[in-house]
């Protein structure tokens, strides 16, 4: 399974339009960790596909929505839940960290 991926023209209907909560991996082609960490999104995505969508942005080829979320540094992901941004974090980080950090902001929401 591959990330589905995410442009300037799409993000509203593939993200802030979406009912389940969207994952966005701001990346580019030159950014060495943003490849390091697209197993491990791919092994999210397929284990919450129920209840996560992940998506990958190309930030280099789609500017404006990098910039609309100020994105500085790549790689950079934002959950985004009910079309607003709720959870950011920069760089590469390990499945069982990222999963908790997830799921922590997921539960919280749902309180």
Not at 67 to 74: F, N
Not at 96 to 106: G, K, N
């Amino acid at each position: 399974m591959s990330l589905s991926v995410v442009t300037d023209e799409t993000f509203r209907e593939l993200v802030l339009e979406q009912e389940k909560p969207v994952l966005v991996d701001f990346w580019a082609q030159w950014c060495p960790p943003c490849h390091m960490i697209v197993p491990v999104l791919t092994e999210i995505a397929e284990e919450r596909a129920d209840s996560l969508i992940i998506r990958k942005l190309n930030s280099d080829e789609n500017p404006l929505t990098a910039r609309d979320y100020q994105v500085m540094s790549l790689p950079t992901l934002i959950l985004f839940r009910d079309g607003s941004p709720v959870w950011t974090t920069v760089g590469a980080r390990p499945k069982a960290r990222l999963l908790a950090d997830l799921d922590a902001v997921l539960e919280a929401a749902r309180v």
